[in-house]
């Protein structure tokens, strides 16, 4: 199925280390969202982007709605042991017949206390 | 809130065997998606359904596959006859209605299906 383009596919970082990832996609979005996703979980929602431009936080957790609307970003910052786990974005057109969600390929965070 | 609610959480079946994954949206949702998870295809949707219908189910590998959901409350997902190749996890979720935006999907806790 489509995917869209994450990166990176993996990250080891120190405790307290800032993190960012990003996506990009040949389609455009209306919406962006960033989920999280632990050890023998669903994906959780972090964040949802709905407006090119759109800034938006949730605790140490920053996201950005790129302007082209074919990219995102998300950034987290001090990073502790209990951010570990895969980060997915995912994009989504509406507006056609469907409203289907088009997931990226993930970022695996390693936290090392 | 519960949330979305799949059962089992996992299966381990034969070659062959049918096979069928459960779940319960959150309520008040009137989308459910399911999606299946595995590390060489990522997360890819199968078929989702609107107040009740299907709507898009491009994504259903073959006709082995079949998914169902006779009220708001409940779905289901058959495979059948199951072969290894079907091994992955699979997920549901659920949305709630009025999202003019879209988007916002929320997801059950998975079963995870080992097919020998």
């Known amino acids: 199925g489509q995917q869209l383009n994450q990166s990176p596919q993996s990250m080891f970082i120190q405790e307290g280390e800032d993190v960012s990832m990003n996506c990009t996609s040949s389609?455009?979005?209306?919406?962006w969202l960033w989920y999280k996703q632990d050890p023998g979980e669903g994906p959780v929602l972090l964040i949802a982007?709905?407006?090119?431009?759109e800034l938006t936080s949730n605790g140490r957790l920053t996201a950005q709605f790129g302007i082209t609307r074919k990219d995102s970003f998300l950034n987290i910052s001090a990073s502790i042991p209990s951010d570990v786990g895969i980060y997915f974005c995912a994009g989504q057109y509406y507006g056609g017949a469907t409203n289907k969600l088009i997931f990226g390929t993930g970022t695996l965070l390693a936290v090392q206390p | 809130d519960a949330g979305v609610i799949q059962s089992p959480r996992h299966e381990v079946t034969e070659m062959g065997q049918e096979v069928t994954l459960r779940c319960k949206p959150i309520s008040g949702h009137n989308s459910l998606f399911w999606y299946r998870q595995t590390m060489m295809r990522g997360l890819e949707l199968l078929i989702y359904?609107?107040?009740?219908?299907?709507?898009?189910d491009s994504g259903m590998p073959e006709d082995r596959f079949s998914a169902k959901m006779p009220n708001a409350s409940f779905s289901t997902l058959k495979i059948q006859p199951s072969e290894p190749r079907d091994s992955a996890v699979y997920f549901c979720?659920?949305?709630?209605?009025?999202?003019?935006?879209?988007?916002?999907?929320?997801f059950g806790p998975g079963t995870r299906l080992t097919v020998l």
């Open positions: 359904f609107n107040n009740n219908v299907p709507i898009d």
């Open positions: 389609s455009i979005f209306n919406t």
């Open positions: 979720a659920s949305r709630p209605p009025g999202l003019a935006e879209g988007g916002e999907q929320f």
């Open positions: 982007l709905y407006k090119a431009g």
